[in-house]
Nanobody, 118 residues
Framework: QVQLVESGGGLVQPGGSLRLSCAAS????????MGWYRQAPGKQRELVAT???????NYVQSVKGRFTISIDNAKKTVDLQMNGLTPEDTAVYYC????????????WGQGTQVSVSS
């Protein structure tokens, strides 16, 4: 059974930091590009950052320089360090495992709420 379990969300003041973690189980980690996506109320889900098994990263422009995605292949975890948070970062954050192939399914976690407010 495949599971992606996110943790680390919460309420933080503007300018603060949070670290999200996604623990994967039941998948061959080396076959997937892992990513963090977010969905704010009334908006479409958007990519935040992705990382390959080899450590190649990609970020949406709005979080470059503030967020850092990292991967621990041995533990099968993907973290998102978020610094300099703004109210615009408020959203439900989802972990995604993308095989990049039609022959394997895509998996999503259940999401974790991040709220940035004073």
């Amino acid at each position: 059974q495949v599971q992606l379990v996110e943790s680390g969300g919460g309420l933080v003041q503007p300018g603060g930091s949070l670290r999200l973690s996604c623990a994967a189980s039941g998948i061959n980690f080396s076959l997937y590009t892992m990513g963090w996506y977010r969905q704010a109320p009334g908006k479409q889900r958007e990519l935040v950052a992705t990382i390959t098994y080899g450590g190649i990263t990609n970020y949406v422009q709005s979080v470059k320089g503030r967020f850092t995605i990292s991967i621990d292949n041995a533990k099968k975890t993907v973290d998102l360090q978020m610094n300099g948070l703004t109210p615009e970062d408020t959203a439900v954050y989802y972990c995604k495992a993308d095989p990049g192939s039609i022959w394997f399914p895509t998996y999503w976690g259940q999401g974790t709420q991040v709220s940035v407010s004073s």
